[in-house]
C-alpha cells in the first residue's frame, strides 16, 4: 500500500470517527463530549493536509527544487500543530459557558457507549499510522498518527470521567474534563511543532544512522585514505549524506569513481532514499581525522 493511499484512508476514518462521536454528543448534550467531536474535526483537516503534502513530497525534483520535495511534509505537520492550538481554544470557550451554565446528561450510557467505539477505532488506526509513518520514514504520517493517538487518551480520560460525573451526580465535572482536554489538546500541538521545526531546520540524522554510515564508509572504502567531514540532514523520506573522500594523488579518475559508487551502493542499501554527494581529493588534503579506510 502506498504512502498516499494510507493517508486518503486515514481521512475516511477520520470522517468515520466524527460521524460517532458527533452522535455520542447529540445523545448527550455533553459538552466534554462535544470536545472530543471538535477535535476529531481537527483530525480530518490535518489528515487532508498530510494526504496533499504526502504527494506533494513524492514529485520528483524539477528545475525549481533541484533537491526535491521532501521537506513538503513538515509543513503539514506545523499546520496541524495550528489546527489542533485553535481547536483547543475553542473547546474552552465552551467549556467556560457550560461550566457557568452547568446541566446533567442525557443518555449517559448509550452516548458513552458510542464514544467508545470512537475510540477504539481510533486506536487502533493510530497504532497502524505510527508503525507505518516510521517504517517508511513518513513525517505526515507519524504526526497524523500521534495526534489521533492524543485523541484517543482524550477520549477515554472522558469517558472515564463522564462516568464519574453521572455516578456522583456533579455535572460540573463535565465542563471540567472539556477544559483538560483542551490543555492536552495545546501540548500535543506545541509537541507537534517543536518536533517538525527540527526537519524544517536540517537536522542531522539520529547519532545511530550516523554511526552506522561512518562503518559502511569505512568498510567499502577500499582502495581510498580516509573520509572526513562527512554530514548528514534529514528532509522527510530523504537522508541527505555527503563528505570528503581522500585518494592517492595519482589514482586514476575512473578507479576513485568506482570506490565512490561503491561506497554509494552500500549506503543506500542500509539508508533508504538516501541522496548522496562524494567530493574526491587527493591525498595531501588528508585531515587525518574522521574515518580512516579499512
Not at 112 to 131: E, Y
Not at 278 to 292: M, N
Request: include cysteine.
Amino acid at each position: 500500500m502506498q504512502t498516499g493511499t494510507i493517508a486518503a484512508i486515514s481521512v475516511a476514518v477520520g470522517v468515520t470517527v466524527l460521524a460517532i462521536k458527533l452522535l455520542a454528543w447529540q445523545l448527550t448534550g455533553s459538552v466534554a463530549l462535544f470536545s472530543d467531536a471538535l477535535e476529531s474535526i481537527v483530525n480530518v483537516v490535518a489528515s487532508g493536509a498530510a494526504l496533499i503534502a504526502i504527494r506533494y513530497s513524492a514529485r520528483p525534483a524539477d528545475a525549481n527544487h533541484p533537491y526535491g520535495h521532501h521537506k513538503a511534509e513538515y509543513f503539514s505537520v506545523v499546520l496541524e500543530g495550528v489546527f489542533i492550538i485553535i481547536a483547543a481554544i475553542a473547546i474552552l470557550r465552551e467549556a467556560y459557558g457550560a461550566f457557568l451554565s452547568p446541566h446533567a446528561m442525557d443518555a449517559p450510557v448509550e452516548g458513552l457507549a458510542v464514544s467508545a467505539v470512537a475510540a477504539l477505532i481510533n486506536g487502533a488506526w493510530s497504532w497502524f499510522l505510527i508503525r507505518e509513518g516510521r517504517r517508511r520514514r513518513s513525517p505526515a504520517l507519524v504526526a497524523d498518527g500521534k495526534h489521533i493517538l492524543t485523541d484517543v487518551v482524550t477520549s477515554a480520560g472522558v469517558i472515564v470521567g463522564l462516568i464519574a460525573a453521572y455516578l456522583t451526580g456533579i455535572p460540573r465535572l463535565d465542563p471540567i474534563l472539556a477544559a483538560l482536554v483542551a490543555v492536552n489538546i495545546i501540548w500535543a500541538g506545541w509537541r507537534l511543532i517543536r518536533e517538525s521545526l527540527g526537519g524544517l531546520m536540517d537536522e542531522a540524522a539520529p547519532e545511530k544512522t550516523l554511526v552506522e554510515i561512518r562503518q559502511i564508509i569505512s568498510a567499502h572504502a577500499e582502495g581510498a585514505i580516509e573520509a572526513h567531514d562527512v554530514r548528514t540532514r534529514l528532509a522527510g523520506r530523504a537522508t541527505f549524506i555527503d563528505f570528503h573522500l581522500v585518494v592517492a594523488g595519482s589514482m586514476p579518475v575512473s578507479e576513485a569513481h568506482d570506490i565512490c559508487d561503491r561506497i554509494e551502493k552500500a549506503l543506500r542499501a542500509k539508508v533508504p532514499d538516501a541522496l548522496i554527494t562524494i567530493h574526491v581529493e587527493p591525498e595531501e588534503k588528508a585531515k587525518h581525522q574522521g574515518v580512516l579506510v579499512i
